[in-house]
Nanobody, 123 residues
């Protein structure tokens, strides 16, 4: 049973940094992809970045956050991170990690989701 648990959200000032964590379990296989998404009310979930669970190699980073957000994996902890820097008020959203049986760029490609963590950037 795949389980994902995000942590690390909170309130941060514009220009600041925050690191989100996604602790994963039950990913028994080399073909999973792990992605970070965010969602604001009234909008669809936006993929920010994803990597291959097997080796932690980055598959994709969205142009909207490239250069500011970095996805990474700690193999020893089965945890995927999203390091966010130079945060802007428009980064305010609920952030989710998700797992897919393969690599995808759409929310519909992902099969398992965490509960989400709120990030609020004050200007």
């Amino acid at each position: 049973q795949v389980q994902l648990a995000e942590s690390g959200g909170g309130l941060v000032q514009a220009g600041g940094s925050l690191r989100l964590s996604c602790e994963a379990s039950g990913l028994t296989g080399d073909y999973y992809g792990i992605g970070w998404f965010r969602q604001v009310p009234g909008s669809e979930r936006e993929e920010l970045a994803c990597l291959r669970w097997s080796d932690g190699s980055i598959f994709n980073t969205a142009p909207s956050v490239k250069g500011r957000f970095v996805i990474s994996k700690d193999n020893s902890k089965d945890t995927v991170y999203l390091q966010m820097s130079s945060l802007k008020s428009e980064d305010t959203a609920v952030y989710y990690c998700a797992a897919s049986e393969g690599l995808g760029s759409l929310a519909s490609d992902y099969d398992y989701w965490g509960q989400g963590t709120q990030v609020t950037v004050s200007s």
